[in-house]
């Protein structure tokens, strides 16, 4: 497979040495000449020195007939024109690339890079699911993790349990599949009241994983999802 990689720093430069030991074909764009010369030296391979953005690098490097692309440069705007201008004067098919501003991610997506990724936003997501992984179990996920089906199961003391589920304030981004409890299985409607001990599966999309959660109390200690769900505090009672 022909693969453009469209800067040779450090994200760059192990991706294309990854590539090269799977045994495909990198074409490398890097900016930086004394970049350039390292790269060529210990990979071994031709690598096109100028701006990745720019038709006339991409089409020394070879771009005509890749199979896709991959910018890792330190600029986003960088990143998005090679992307946009190797699909649209080259006909590269799939379009992947850094992005180092996370609050880019969906400009990128818009603005038709098919794989966006953010390394900060992965690790926020990956250390949160780690905290919520007691509460949360994630079973299959979906659209390359942006969204899981998981499920939990409701705690015997939750103040939630005796609730219908359209009493339930939900993300938007969240759907219950189904509700286990005592060996039956229950497709929850809005008037289905949740108990003590139901195992439910649900769909819903990543970022909205913790705001689950605190809907349903599940990261909290049970005498402060006590004072959430009924609006009295200990603290705050009169003596």
Not at 23 to 49: M, W
Not at 86 to 111: C, I, Q, Y
Not at 166 to 183: F, M, N, Q, T, Y
Request: hydrophobic share 40%; with cysteine.
């Amino acid at each position: 497979m022909k693969v453009v990689v469209v800067g040779a720093g450090k994200v760059g430069f192990y991706l294309a040495k990854t590539l090269l030991r799977h045994g495909h074909q990198p074409l490398v764009i890097e900016n930086d000449p004394a970049g350039c010369r390292r790269t060529a030296d210990e990979l071994g391979i031709p690598v096109t020195c100028g701006d990745g953005s720019m038709a006339d690098t991409l089409r020394a490097a070879g771009a005509q007939g890749a199979d896709a692309i991959v910018t890792a440069t330190g600029a986003d705007q960088t990143n998005l024109i090679a992307c946009q201008t190797a699909r649209r004067v080259f006909g590269v098919k799939r379009t992947l690339s850094r992005v180092n501003d996370p609050g880019n991610l969906e400009v990128m997506k818009r603005l038709g890079v098919d794989v966006p990724v953010s390394s900060t936003d992965i690790l926020a997501q990956t250390l949160e699911r780690e905290v919520d992984a007691s509460a949360i179990q994630a079973l299959i996920s979906l659209n390359r993790g942006e969204a899981t089906i998981s499920q939990f199961i409701l705690p015997e003391d939750s103040p939630l349990a005796g609730e219908a589920v359209k009493d339930l304030r939900l993300p938007a981004e969240c759907v219950l599949i189904s509700v286990s409890r005592a060996g039956e299985l229950i497709i929850p409607r809005g008037p289905t009241k949740l108990q003590g001990g139901d195992r439910v599966l649900v769909l819903v999309s990543e970022s909205a994983t913790h705001d689950l959660l605190e809907a349903l109390h599940l990261n909290e200690e049970p005498e402060e999802a006590e004072a959430e769900a009924t609006g009295r505090w200990p603290w705050r009672r009169k003596k």
